[in-house]
C-alpha cells in the first residue's frame, strides 16, 4: 500500500466530531497526492467504521474500537459485497489499513495489526487473442472500436482511460500522455496499429475534449454489450481484465517486467511479477506438449 505523507490536523482532534475529523482527514490525503479512487475508498472504509461504533466525537475513541470493529467484521463480514470469506478478509485487510491510518492521525492509536491480506491469490482472468478479434468484430460503433483498441494496446485503467483529452494523443509519435493516473502521476503508454486506424477514423469525427464520452457505468454496459454480441461470457469482460490482458500478451510478445511495470503505472514490481504466474502454465502446456509423452517407437538409453 502506497503511504501518503498527511498533513496533521489543523486543530486537536479531540475537539473534533468524527464527521468533522474524516472531512478534513479526506482532504488532506487528496492533497498528498492521492487519487480520487482511493480517497473515495479511505472514505467507504472509514464511514463503516464509524457506523459500526455509533459514536459521534473523536474524544470519545478508544484503541479498542479498532479491536472490535475488526472482530465484527471477520466474524459477520459487510452488509454489503461478497460474502465469500475470502473476498471479505481481502477488503477488511485494505480497510483496516485504512482506518488504522485515520486513528494514528487522530493520535487515537498509535500502532495496531490490520486483517492479515489471505493467503494465495485470486485466478487472475484475461482474454485470449481470439476473443479480444470477436469483441472489436462485434462493435457497433468507431466508440465501440476505440475502447477495445485502447484497452487491449495500452493497458490504461478505466479511469484514466476515461479521462483522457484529445489533447493527449500524439498521433505523431503514437503516444499517450496519462495525467489523470494512480497516485497522481503522468506517464507515457504506446498504441499499436489497431487503435492508430481507429484513431485515424475518430478523430475527425468529434471534438476537442473528452477522447472517451462516457461515464464509467456507460463505458461497462457498453462492454457488457459487446461480450454479449461476441458470444463471450459477459463476466469476463470488464475493463481490468482488458488491462490484465494486456500485460500478459506484453510479456509474451517480449517486453521486460520493469517495461511492463513502466506502462501499466505499478509503484511495486512485486505487483507486475503476478503476470509471470500466468506465464508459467503456458511454460507447463508447452513443456508437456514436449516431453509430456512416452516415446512410442525408440528405447530411452
Not at 457506523?51 to 474500537?65: Q, R, S, W, Y
Not at 471477520?74 to 460474502?83: A, D, V, Y
Not at 496519462?178 to 487503435?195: D, H, Q
Amino acid at each position: 500500500m502506497v503511504k501518503f505523507d498527511i498533513p496533521e490536523p489543523s486543530t486537536d482532534p479531540k475537539e473534533l466530531s468524527l464527521k468533522e475529523a474524516l472531512d478534513e482527514f479526506l482532504i488532506s490525503l487528496e492533497a498528498a497526492g492521492a487519487s480520487e479512487k482511493t480517497v473515495k475508498a479511505y472514505g467507504i472504509a472509514i464511514r463503516d467504521f464509524i457506523n459500526f461504533l455509533g459514536k459521534k466525537d473523536v474524544a470519545e475513541l478508544t484503541p479498542k474500537d479498532f479491536t472490535k470493529w475488526k472482530l465484527e467484521r471477520l466474524r459477520k463480514g459487510f452488509t454489503r459485497g461478497s460474502k465469500e470469506k475470502r473476498k471479505t478478509q481481502l477488503t477488511l485487510h485494505y480497510y483496516s489499513l485504512y482506518v488504522r491510518s485515520f486513528l494514528k492521525w487522530l493520535q487515537v492509536l498509535d500502532n495496531a495489526p490490520a486483517v492479515s491480506r489471505p493467503r494465495g491469490r485470486t485466478k487472475i482472468q484475461t482474454l485470449s487473442p481470439e476473443e479480444i478479434y470477436k469483441l472489436a468484430n462485434a462493435s457497433r460503433d468507431l466508440l465501440d472500436m476505440l475502447i477495445i483498441a485502447l484497452l487491449f494496446e495500452t493497458g490504461l485503467r478505466a479511469q484514466e482511460l476515461l479521462s483522457l483529452e484529445t489533447e493527449d494523443i500524439d498521433t505523431k509519435n503514437k503516444e499517450i500522455r496519462v495525467r489523470n493516473a494512480k497516485y497522481g502521476e503522468e506517464r507515457i503508454v504506446f498504441y499499436g496499429p489497431m487503435t492508430e486506424t481507429i484513431l485515424q477514423r475518430y478523430l475527425p469525427t468529434i471534438k476537442e475534449g473528452k477522447l472517451i464520452p462516457l461515464s464509467y457505468s456507460g463505458l461497462y454496459k457498453r462492454l457488457k454489450t459487446l461480450a454479449k454480441r461476441a458470444g463471450i461470457d459477459p463476466k469476463k469482460v470488464r475493463p481490468h481484465i482488458l488491462r490484465h490482458t494486456f500485460a500478459t500478451e506484453a510479456i509474451r510478445r517480449g517486453l521486460n517486467l520493469i517495461a511492463v511495470q513502466a506502462l501499466l503505472g505499478h509503484k511495486d514490481i512485486k505487483t507486475t511479477q503476478i503476470y509471470l504466474h500466468l506465464l508459467k502454465e503456458d511454460l507447463r502446456k508447452q513443456y508437456l506438449q514436449a516431453f509430456g509423452r512416452r516415446p512410442e517407437a525408440e528405447a530411452i538409453t
